[in-house]
Structures are given as C-alpha cells and as structure tokens.
C-alpha cells in the first residue's frame, strides 16, 4: 500500500479514497505522512511535548470521522494541521500554567568545558526567550503562527482557520510579529 | 518550506520574520517524529470505525487508550469465562460486534476493559495476556492516567496494587502485560488523589505515592515513594489540590481520634503543609464530596457537626482561603448531589442553593426514574437531573433538557464518564430491560437522543460502565 501510494501521482486523494472505503493501510500512510507536522504545530501551540502528543492523538479520531468532509484533498495537510492546532488550543486553554519551564536536558551540549552551552537548534538562550516568547501569547496567536511559520499555510488557507479574511489573517500576522519583534529584542 | 513557498504574506518577508521562521521552526522540531503510524491508524478505524459510521466517538485524551468498559457484577459465569463481552451492540455500525475473544492483542491492547461492581469499585480487569477476566479484590476507583498512558487501578487489599498498561506508543514494548506492583501499607484507603500520573493513598502519619511514567526505553514503570506526614495520623480523604502536584489529606491527629481540624497538603515533590482549618472536619472516606475545581484548592467538606463546607486552601501560599458554611439546615447526609462550586445542593426533588437557602422544586411523576449527578467539562460544571425521564440540566439559572425521555420507570441513569477536554458526558442508563444503554451527552443540548451503545450483560442494578483513557 505505501509503495502505492508513492507510485502514485496524487498520493494524498488516493489515500483519501482509499482511506474512505476503509482501507486501513491508507489511513496509516496519511497518519504517517503528516503526523510529524501536526506535532510540530501542536508543540508550538502548546510549548508542552505531551499535550502536543496529546492534541494529535484527539486530532486523527476527529480526522477520521471528518475526512468525508474534506473537499479538496490538495487541502488535506492544511487541513489536519488545523485540527491538531485546534485540539492544542483546546488542550492548554484547560491546563494550569506551569510556574517552570522545562527544558530537555539532553538538548543542552556542553561545548566548551561548561563555559557556555549550545543545543542542537541554536543558542538555548534563544530557544528560552522564544518559548518564554510564545508562552505570552493568547494560545490562538500561538496557533496562528505555528500554522504560518511551521506548517507553511497561506493566509487563505489561515484564514479558513481563523475565521478572518485573509487580509485580515495577514494583518494579524503582521501584528503578531512586531510583538514577537520586541518580545525578542529585536527592535 | 522556503521563503518562495510563502504566497500571500504580507510582502516584503523582512530579515525578522524570516529569521523568526527558521527559529520557530527550529523550535518545533522538539516535537519531530512520527509515531507508530500503523498502531494509531489500527486504533483509529478500531475504535472509531468506518467514516461511514453515524455515530461519533467520545474524544479522548489518549484515544488508544480509549474503551475502559466496566460493567457491573454480571452474568458472572459469561465474564469469568473471560471469553467475552458477549452480545455488545453498537448502533449504526454496519459490521457485525465482534467479542473481545475475536479481538488481536494489539486491538485489545487499545481497549482495556474492567468488569466493575458496585458504585465505582471495580471488581475485575481483563487480562490481555492471559485472556482472561483476573480478579481484583475491591478496586476504589480506575484512573485515567491522564497524558499517561497508562492504566492502574488501586485495591484497599493489602498490599495494594497499581496495575499498567505498557504505553502504546512505543513500538515494540510488550502490550499485553498487566503488571501488578505492590504498593506497601495497610491503612485503609480514602477516595483517590488522581492527577493524571500518580496514585496516592493515605497510610498512618504518611502518604504512600505510586508514580507512574514513562522509562527512557518506552516502558512503563512505578516508582514509589513515602512521604512522612506527622501528625496526620491515619489520614482520609485524599483530594488533588492546586494543580497537579499536589493531594489534600484530611487527618486523624496523632491520636487517631476522629475528628480532626487540620488539612495536611502534600506536594509529590516531598513538600507538606499542615492548614488549620479552625473546623473540626470529619476525617472519613466520605467526607470531602466533590472538589470544587480542577487544579484548585476548594473542597466541599464535612464538619464534624454534620454541616456541609466550602474550605479553599492555597497551597502555594500555604493559607487557608477561606471556609464557608454552606446551605444552612442541610445535614451532610441529606445531600443527592453537589452542584459545581458547592453552589448548590440536590436534596431529594429540591435544588438548594448553598448561599441562601433559596430552594426550587423539580418534582418527579410518580413512577419516573429519578437520577442527580454533578460533573465538571472543559467549560460546564453543572448538575443534571433526570425529571419525569428527561435528562436536565441545571445551571444556576435556567435549565436545559440534554436526552428527553432518557429513562422510563424502574430505570436510572448514572454519569459513566466525564471529559475535561470538553463539555461532553456519558450516561449510562440501566434498562428495565436489562440492557445497559450508554449515551454521549452535550451539555449544550444537542445530545443525540439514541444510545450509541447497548451491554446485553448488564442487568439493573448498581452496574456502572466505564470508559476510560
């Protein structure tokens, strides 16, 4: 199945197809394509990796039961990042925040005899003024920017997310950054 | 994604925002990786069936995990068999119910069931490995681990024992095991701290903790812990408080005389804070009713006097809020249900409210069944009420009627399951017939009035279902 889908020119609506007619297998290789990026968006959403897994585990039920419903199967990947932002969203909104940020240790490297520390994804300094960052936005501006800047959507697609225009999605966008730009000092 | 791949956007993509990209980015990839593609599409079309099903499932915080079924002290001969859960049919599923025993480990694996008796004591487990119902001697509660995986139960035997479920998303780690593990003690166990990874229990001047996580290979292991408490005494009651790290105990004294006036809070971390309450609260399993909030520190208590109170506890501050006599005239005992926030009781057919006594009245027909439950959702914290067989609900204002015509006479429902995540509830009803009927419920109203699943096993009686995560 999953050679065939790859055989395939337009893997994503035979899956779909596939899936839709309970093929069990299709539905593994959507599940397989795109569950990394829905936990990608999720985490930045929720800047918490269980919650983030969390939010995916709800979002493939809710996937399942709706894929009937997807119109355009070009949209699929947009369209189940937006549940995974969704369930994020609703999962954080529910949890206390926590007084203490973690961070894994093992993404902290000593590089230099303990004179100064680097992980894998730049300075973690940067990696904590970016989360500490984040962690002050509403968690729908969280969304927002995770759908843009992780997942990639277009503002039309953000748009159908947000509920805006996408002119207004675009000026949220713009909004959000600037704040971003000071939160993170670069001004 | 490159900046081409970026239609759309407010133009030109400046120096910020694209370096603001690639750290975001960068930043997500904390969460890379895919999981078992084939364990989560398996579980999904398992549980969830075909898309072509008109039924939607509950959502679930760990879907896998989904399908705690509990159902009563049965047709025991049938279940003791531990053959299957004969005869379940789910409604609007075009394919024929499969029992348990047609059922692959990795299936069931995702669907853990316990036979339960009366009230929420669980009387057995499935065994997946041995395929076979195991019993389990006078279970408390079942706990939904929360983000966790894992599923463990706690018993008042001695020892006690917290039994897990591997994770299931960990390829390769064995799934069928139910591995017992003995936590130490003898003292008798109140109502169930539960936040989503531990379980604790009060033993004498000290509280036993069992904390379930995660090991770096993907299993799941216990880790157990002791935390000295003096002069708690053999400590009762113990309630989450204050976010999810720390339990409410309300103690004996050191003299083990009931009552007692002080609240001991625990945090899991070791830390332990004695509050004076300036009551006398009644240190017995059934003294705390109904914890005012998630993640909060307010608990509906009862005084030694018999009065209901609202005691509020910061544990971050290690202050006692407040405490407020509730609801003059109401004794403990009288109370059917609480309403979120202990602002509200249900007395019989009367819903009081707890600041000023003010009562309404919401009569029964002669004959109807009469059911009163209290939940907390992602959004509602409300009591429900079966009226004349209508499933209502009570806000505190208004009332909105969830499932007409629910339950006849001779029936009763009972709440099954609550979900935090949202407002949606189970319900299940026991059917004069001697069908267990389960109903999704929205506090919003729009509740489909047709059970969605139907136990034939299940006779009338205290039988509760239980789906759990």
């Known amino acids: ?187 | 994604m490159t900046d081409q791949e970026m239609p759309d956007l407010p133009e030109p993509i400046d120096s910020f925002e694209r370096r603001f990209a690639v750290q975001l980015r960068a930043y997500a990839t904390t969460a890379a990786g895919a999981p078992a593609a084939q364990a989560v599409a398996r579980a999904v079309a398992t549980r969830h069936g075909t898309t072509r099903r008109r039924f939607t499932w509950p959502p679930a915080r760990t879907f896998v995990l989904a399908g705690l079924l509990v159902t009563g002290v049965l047709g025991g001969a049938l279940l003791m068999a531990g053959t299957r859960l004969a005869d379940r049919t789910i409604l609007g599923s075009p394919a024929p119910a499969r029992s348990l025993a047609t059922l692959s480990p990795r299936e069931a694996a995702g669907m853990p069931i316990v036979i339960g008796g009366d009230g929420i004591r669980l009387r057995q487990a499935y065994d997946w490995s041995a395929k076979a119902f195991v019993d389990i001697p006078l279970y408390r509660n079942a706990l939904g681990l929360g983000a966790s995986p894992a599923l463990a139960f706690e018993s008042d035997c001695s020892p006690c024992h917290a039994y897990i479920t591997p994770d299931w998303r960990a390829p390769g780690v064995p799934q069928l095991a139910l591995d017992p593990v003995a936590i130490d003690g003898t003292s008798t166990l109140g109502p169930l701290a539960w936040n989503g990874d531990y379980l604790a229990r009060a033993g004498v001047d000290a509280i036993d903790l069992a904390i379930v996580r995660t090991n770096a290979s993907g299993g799941m292991e216990v880790a157990h812990r002791s935390i000295p408490v003096p002069g708690l005494g053999r400590g009762t009651a113990i309630w989450w408080a204050g976010g999810d790290r720390w339990i409410a105990v309300i103690g004996t004294g050191a003299d083990h005389t009931s009552p007692a006036g002080d609240l001991f809070l625990v945090s899991i971390a070791g830390e332990v804070q004695r509050l004076t309450t300036g009551l006398a609260l009644a240190a017995r399993a059934d003294a705390a009713r109904l914890v005012a909030r998630p993640f909060s520190s307010e608990w509906v208590l009862q005084a030694a006097d018999g009065r209901p109170v609202l005691v509020s506890a910061d544990p971050g501050s290690g202050q006692i809020g407040a405490v407020q006599s509730l609801a003059a005239g109401i004794a403990w005992a009288d109370i059917d249900a609480l309403s979120w926030f202990g602002s509200s009781f249900v007395v019989g057919d009367r819903l009081v409210a707890a600041a000023d006594g003010t009562v309404r009245d919401f009569p029964n027909a002669p004959g109807a069944c009469r059911s009163t439950f209290a939940w907390s959702g992602g959004r509602s914290h409300a009591l429900a009420k079966v009226i004349n067989g209508d499933l209502v609900l009570h806000p505190e204002s208004g009332a909105t009627t969830l499932v007409p015509g629910i339950c006849g006479p001779g029936e009763t429902a009972t709440l099954v399951w609550s979900w935090s995540s949202d407002d949606r509830l189970l319900v299940g009803v026991n059917g004069a017939n001697g069908r267990f009927r389960l109903y999704h419920v929205n506090a919003d109203g729009k509740s489909d009035p047709q059970p969605f699943l139907l136990l034939d096993t299940v006779g009338p009686g205290n039988e509760q279902v239980f789906w759990n995560y």
């Open chain 1, 1 to 187: 199945m999953l050679q065939a889908m790859r055989a395939s020119t337009d893997p994503a609506t035979t899956a779909i197809e596939r899936a839709l007619a309970g093929d069990e297998s299709a539905f593994r290789w959507i599940v397989e394509t795109h569950s990394s990026d829905m936990r990608q968006v999720a985490f930045v959403v929720c800047g918490d990796l269980d919650l983030a897994e969390e939010a995916v585990a709800v979002a493939w039920p809710i996937a399942w039961r709706k894929l009937r419903s997807l119109r355009e199967p070009g949209s699929l990947r947009p369209w189940l990042v937006s549940i995974a932002a969704n369930e994020a969203r609703g999962l954080v909104q529910l949890r206390a925040r926590r007084a203490v940020r973690e961070i894994a240790v093992e993404a902290v490297t000593d590089v230099d005899a303990g004179s100064h520390v680097v992980s894998p994804h730049g300075s973690l300094a940067s990696a904590l003024d970016l989360a500490n960052a984040l962690a002050g936005l509403r968690p729908a501006d969280r969304s927002l920017l995770a759908l843009r800047y992780v997942a990639g959507l277009n503002s039309t697609e953000l748009a159908r997310v947000t509920g805006l225009t996408p002119a207004g999605t675009r000026a949220r966008l713009k909004r959000l950054l600037q704040h971003m730009r000071r939160e993170l000092g670069d001004d």
